[in-house]
């Protein structure tokens, strides 16, 4: 099990950027898919975006795809999520997932450990 650490959340206003990061804990970084989810107040936690272990893949929800994008540095085992044209439906708790040995799309289902999450609020 890795232990998840976000951090970068803040209010935005619209059309600005952000960029969250999440720390992990352990010696084998680079065999975990990460991921990226969210759950804004009253509503289900979603998937956003994830990554393959060694960043060769990535998948993106639908809602995000061209605006966020996904990267890791396994040297300083750590993933990021660069938000950018963001809007206020993007306003949630974002959520660090890792999974292992899993693809980036498997993510979307088999997310095993958590982070406590980042708050990000996008102003209208």
């Known amino acids: 099990q890795v232990q998840l650490v976000e951090s970068g959340g803040g209010l935005v206003q619209a059309g600005g950027s952000l960029r969250l990061s999440c720390a992990a804990s352990g010696r084998t970084f680079s065999s975990y898919a990460m991921g990226w989810f969210r759950q804004a107040p009253g509503k289900e936690r979603e998937f956003v975006a994830a990554i393959s272990g060694r960043g060769g893949s990535t998948y993106y929800a639908d809602s995000v795809k061209g605006r966020f994008t996904i990267s890791r540095d396994n040297a300083k085992n750590t993933v990021y999520l660069q938000m950018n044209s963001l809007k206020p439906e993007d306003t949630a708790v974002y959520y660090c997932?890792?999974?292992?040995?899993?693809?980036?799309?498997?993510?979307?289902?088999?997310?095993?450990?958590w982070g406590q999450g980042t708050q990000v609020t996008v102003s209208s």
């Open positions: 997932a890792a999974a292992p040995l899993v693809s980036a799309q498997a993510m979307t289902v088999r997310a095993r450990d």
